[in-house]
Antibody, heavy 117, light 110 residues
Framework: EVQLVESGGGLVQPGGSLTLSCAAS????????MTWVRQAPGKGLEWVAN????????DYLASVKGRFTISRDNAKNSLFLQMNSLRAEDTAVYYCTTHHKWTFDFWGQGTVVTVSS | QSALTQPPSASGSPGQSVTISCTGTSSDVGAYNHVSWYQQHPGKAPKLMIF???KRPSGVPDRFSGSKSDNTASLTVSGLQAEDEADYYC??????????FGGGTKLTVL
């Protein structure tokens, strides 16, 4: 059974930093593209970033490019999202997802990030 | 790029069929057969229901079907059941390793 467990969310001040983690199990992590998707309170879903199986390709939403960094550790079956220069509009639930056949097939339960002073 | 356009709400009675639309442009929905649909119950994570326009993952009832015409994709739920009441989101590949989601449709089973 595929399991994705996010952690690392919390309350941070504007301009601050936070690193999210996603622990994966139940599938071959090292051969899977991975993605972060977020959902602001009461709003829809928004794709944030992708990373290729070996980490050689990373893609970002325009509004987070230069501030967020997606990375992975295939030896530890883990996905990360380093978030710097956080803004109020980054407040959201952040979901870790697998990415297969141009779709996001399995989702974690999410971790809440709140950017506020 | 702008989000894909979905109606904010849809409804139907048990046993009826309901169709939810997802309108994009010739650069996303119209350009690729990479449209997916997700179901999200309150407080829960989204669940993949349809991928590649019309394919169902294992375990998704065949009451759920997808289609696409030009720049608009559609999700049809037939034989509505109470547990189908949820938010539904479409997504599409938009080129250059970029994905878009729709704003979501709240489906109410009357």
């Amino acid at each position: 059974e595929v399991q994705l467990v996010e952690s690392g969310g919390g309350l941070v001040q504007p301009g601050g930093s936070l690193t999210l983690s996603c622990a994966a199990s139940g599938f071959t992590f090292s051969t899977s593209w991975m993605t972060w998707v977020r959902q602001a309170p009461g709003k829809g879903l928004e794709w944030v970033a992708n990373i290729k199986e070996d980490g050689s390709q990373k893609d970002y939403l325009a509004s987070v490019k230069g501030r967020f960094t997606i990375s992975r550790d295939n030896a530890k079956n883990s996905l990360f999202l380093q978030m710097n220069s956080l803004r109020a509009e980054d407040t959201a639930v952040y979901y870790c997802t697998t990415h297969h056949k141009w779709t996001f097939d399995f989702w974690g339960q999410g971790t809440v990030v709140t950017v506020s002073s | 790029q702008s989000a894909l356009t979905q109606p904010p709400s849809a409804s139907g009675s048990p046993g009826q069929s309901v169709t939810i639309s997802c309108t994009g442009t010739s650069s996303d929905v119209g350009a690729y057969n990479h449209v997916s649909w997700y179901q999200q119950h309150p407080g829960k994570a989204p669940k993949l229901m349809i991928f590649e326009v019309s394919k169902r993952p294992s375990g998704v009832p065949d009451r759920f079907s997808g289609s696409k015409s030009d720049n608009t994709a559609s999700l049809t739920v037939s034989g509505l059941q109470a547990e189908d009441e949820a938010d539904y989101y479409c997504s599409s590949y938009a080129g250059i390793n970029y994905w878009l989601f729709g704003g979501g449709t709240k489906l109410t089973v009357l």
